[in-house]
Nanobody, 123 residues
Framework: QVQLVESGGGLVQAGGSLRLSCAAS????????MAWFRQAPGKEREFVAA????????DYADSVKGRFTISRDNAKNTVYLQMVSLKPEDTAFYFC????????????????WGQGTQVTVSS
């Protein structure tokens, strides 16, 4: 299995940008589909973006399409989430996740999870 560690969260004003990183241990990283989820206080964890093993396929939640970009660098065992035009409703704890197999958007379909990083967008 892999260990996942997120970084890059912080406080930003509406309209600003952040790039989240997820560093993974393990030599099998390049075989995993990866995803980002987020969870705001009092809400369920929700899908944000996912990317397949090669980076050739991606999927995004409607709420972030056109603003967020997921990418991966298998040589560095790292997946990224570039976030631009941030809105207060993007405020949440962001989690990196991995699964063996193809890209999925369901929270219950992922095998490994990081501890998360906080993103706060002020008005």
């Amino acid at each position: 299995q892999v260990q996942l560690v997120e970084s890059g969260g912080g406080l930003v004003q509406a309209g600003g940008s952040l790039r989240l990183s997820c560093a993974a241990s393990g030599r099998a990283f390049s075989t995993y589909a990866m995803a980002w989820f987020r969870q705001a206080p009092g809400k369920e964890r929700e899908f944000v973006a996912a990317i397949n093993w090669s980076g050739g396929s991606t999927d995004y939640a409607d709420s972030v399409k056109g603003r967020f970009t997921i990418s991966r660098d298998n040589a560095k065992n790292t997946v990224y989430l570039q976030m631009v035009s941030l809105k207060p409703e993007d405020t949440a704890f962001y989690f990196c996740a991995a699964r063996i197999g193809g890209l999925r958007i369901g929270v219950n379909r992922y095998d490994y999870w990081g501890q998360g990083t906080q993103v706060t967008v002020s008005s």
